[in-house]
């Protein structure tokens, strides 16, 4: 789900080095996430690893909590729609807590990286479906459902690139290594037989297609990768993270209203004022055109540290 409703570039308050040390990057979480969502997650992560929970168990956990939700934004009563907002505060929440207690407890997996945007996407399923089928029932014609289809769609490519920027960011501009390419994937998706792995071949079969959709929306950050990995093998130099973070970061502040903090409280609007249809074309509108526009600025950056490498090769 990740930060949003803003990124800070400074921080507003010293949080103790434990807890610091359970965010993905302290630049890139959301105002909300980081005074609210995060903080009440580190202490569930330290209370899930007493219980020798899992990740994985945290992350299905706070999926029942968002489907609920999405079934509860059927109804018409203005009073159950906001028990389904408090039952989405307590998903986002438990999405907080497992990568928390995932980095707390060195349990950082491929699988727990893709679960969580898939029962992300369970979640916003069940959200759409039951607002569809609250509208139909509520007087409007079937086009609804392809309102509701183009939208859903629309969602997920927009959290999909969102994400990709995100992961990008870890890469680029601060040193990390959880940063897969479809090529890669590839690769490894024909290593796994059916026969006898067949959980994990359907899970990265699911992975390798939104990678394919990434680098499909964004393929200035494939093209980007490929130019590091072949000038500077497996480490990006410091000059090098330091010009992508001065260039992207301030894109973040965008990004982060195409994430689930600016929907949830979107969706909150529109349940007070008994409008929830406009949130599809909220999500058609607003959404694809910032998409759009983010999509050609990163680019256009994406271009620019591309020839940044060409003028340090010059200049050598």
């Given at each position: 789900m990740g930060s949003d409703l803003g990124t800070i570039s400074k921080p507003r308050s010293q949080p103790s080095p434990e807890i610091d040390a359970t965010y993905k990057s302290r630049e890139l979480e959301g105002i909300v996430d980081l005074f609210f969502y995060r903080r009440i997650g580190f202490r569930l992560a330290q209370f899930f690893a007493r219980l020798n929970f899992t990740p994985t168990s945290v992350t299905l956990i706070g999926g029942v909590f968002g489907v609920v939700a999405g079934h509860l934004?059927?109804?018409?009563?203005?009073?159950?729609?906001?028990?389904?907002?408090?039952?989405?505060?307590?998903?986002?929440?438990?999405?907080?807590?497992?990568?928390?207690?995932?980095?707390?407890?060195?349990?950082?997996?491929?699988?727990?990286?893709?679960?969580?945007?898939?029962?992300?996407?369970?979640?916003?399923?069940?959200?759409?479906?039951?607002?569809?089928?609250?509208?139909?029932i509520g007087g409007f014609s079937g086009a609804i459902w392809i309102l509701a289809l183009a939208a859903g769609l629309s969602h997920g490519l927009q959290a999909g690139a969102a994400d990709y920027?995100?992961?990008?960011?870890?890469?680029?501009?601060?040193?990390?290594?959880?940063?897969?390419?479809?090529?890669?994937?590839?690769?490894?998706?024909?290593?796994?037989?059916?026969?006898?792995?067949?959980?994990?071949?359907?899970?990265?079969?699911?992975?390798?297609n939104a990678m394919h959709?990434?680098?499909?929306?964004?393929?200035?950050?494939?093209?980007?990768?490929?130019?590091?990995?072949?000038?500077?093998?497996?480490?990006?130099?410091?000059w090098f993270q330091s010009r992508y973070r001065d260039l992207v970061l301030p894109?973040?502040?965008?990004?982060?209203?195409?994430?689930?903090?600016?929907?949830?409280?979107?969706?909150?609007?529109?349940?007070?004022?008994?409008?929830?249809?406009?949130y599809f074309w909220l999500e058609l509108t607003a959404g694809n055109l910032l998409l759009v526009c983010l999509i050609f600025w990163q680019e256009k950056m994406s271009r620019s540290l591309i020839q940044s490498f060409t003028t340090q090769k010059d200049s050598a």
């Open positions: 934004y059927f109804y018409q009563a203005l009073a159950v729609n906001l028990i389904g907002m408090l039952f989405h505060v307590v998903a986002n929440i438990f999405d907080n807590a497992d990568g928390q207690l995932a980095r707390l407890t060195n349990q950082q997996t491929r699988i727990g990286r893709i679960l969580d945007p898939i029962v992300d996407h369970v979640i916003w399923l069940s959200i759409y479906v039951h607002l569809a089928l609250r509208l139909h920027c995100r992961n990008a960011y870890l890469y680029f501009g601060k040193g990390g290594r959880e940063f897969d390419s479809a090529s890669k994937l590839e690769r490894e998706y024909r290593q796994y037989a059916w026969s006898t792995h067949a959980w994990s071949k359907f899970l990265l079969r699911l992975y390798l959709e990434q680098e499909l929306l964004l393929p200035g950050i494939r093209r980007l990768r490929e130019t590091t990995e072949n000038t500077f093998a497996d480490s990006v130099p410091a894109t973040f502040k965008w990004w982060s209203l195409l994430m689930t903090n600016t929907r949830m409280l979107v969706l909150l609007v529109l349940f007070l004022i008994r409008q929830p249809v406009w």
